[in-house]
């Protein structure tokens, strides 16, 4: 019953944000620029085989993350449609800003390791037809338009790491964040060396990196980030891209290397006996041996 009203009223809420976000954004639509790569973003309901879900509601796009069985942990196929929706986002010239959001109890815990252990050990990554854009920004083209990610629920690791490269982060009270990746044999290999230190601080950030402790949030979540998505689309989208374009001149140098740096050193980590006692000991329920190797 308590599930059923919190979808109820998850329901309610998206329709009411919906109307506000039309009628804001319309008063802007004349300002829309027009990208060379014209694309459309189409809707992809709710439902057992999408694992990333779209809802257009004007000028704004809902993104769901979608494996709700396994806390929404992205396996390569999922990220690589998530790159791919992100592309149409930016490549639609009709919609102005996103809102990132998880389906279920939890917004991500991260990287389904076993899916992604298995894309490494074969050494090759699903590609895409179309083209693609890591919300990480490890690799070029980076998108022109905001993203805002709303977490609840578990947040870890991937997750976190999806959080902290959003243009505008909101978090419900109860969202349990973590990146705890070094205490099962891994490392944060999508950005939180990079971002979280910046955003943290270095005392702060290395205190949970290498701990694995969990810390709370207590900021509202999905309403709150629609609002703003709204208040984003009903804004000039010429100036909308030239802020973030400003503002990545000075991160993107700095972070540039290192984020290009990731891949590597994750996959490496993947080989290790390390990894492979942490992935046993988290099968067994018992702490893990680590032995440096």
Known sequence: MEN?????????????????????????????????????LTDVPLGPSAT????????????????????NRLDPPTRLRLAETLYQYEHDPSLRSAVL??????????????AQQA??????RPTS???????????????SKPVVVVAHGDTWNLGHEIYLAADIRIAAAATR??????????????????????????GNAMRYMLTGDHWSAEESALQAGIVMATKIAACGPLSIRATLESAHLLVDPVEADALSKLDAQYSALYRTEDFLEGRRAEAEGRPPKYQGK
Do not use: C
Request: aromatic content about 6%; charged content about 20%; proline content about 4%.
């Open 4 to 40: 059923a009203s919190r979808k109820m009223g998850r329901r309610a809420l998206l329709t009411g944000a919906a109307l506000t976000a039309v009628t804001a954004a319309a008063r802007a639509q004349s300002q829309t620029p027009a990208p060379t790569d014209v694309t459309r």
């Open 101 to 114: 959001f998880g389906h279920g109890d939890h917004f991500s815990r991260g990287i389904d390791v076993d």
């Open 177 to 202: 964040f973590g990146q705890d990746e070094n205490t099962h044999g891994r490392f944060p290999g999508g950005g939180a060396t990079v971002r979280f230190v910046r955003e943290a601080g270095w």
């Open 52 to 71: 990333i879900t779209v809802e257009r509601r004007d000028h704004i796009v809902l993104i769901g993350l979608n494996r709700p069985f396994i806390q």
């Open 119 to 124: 894309v490494i050990a074969a050494g090759r």
């Open 129 to 143: 037809a179309t083209g693609t854009i890591d919300l990480l920004g490890k690799t070029k083209p980076q998108l």
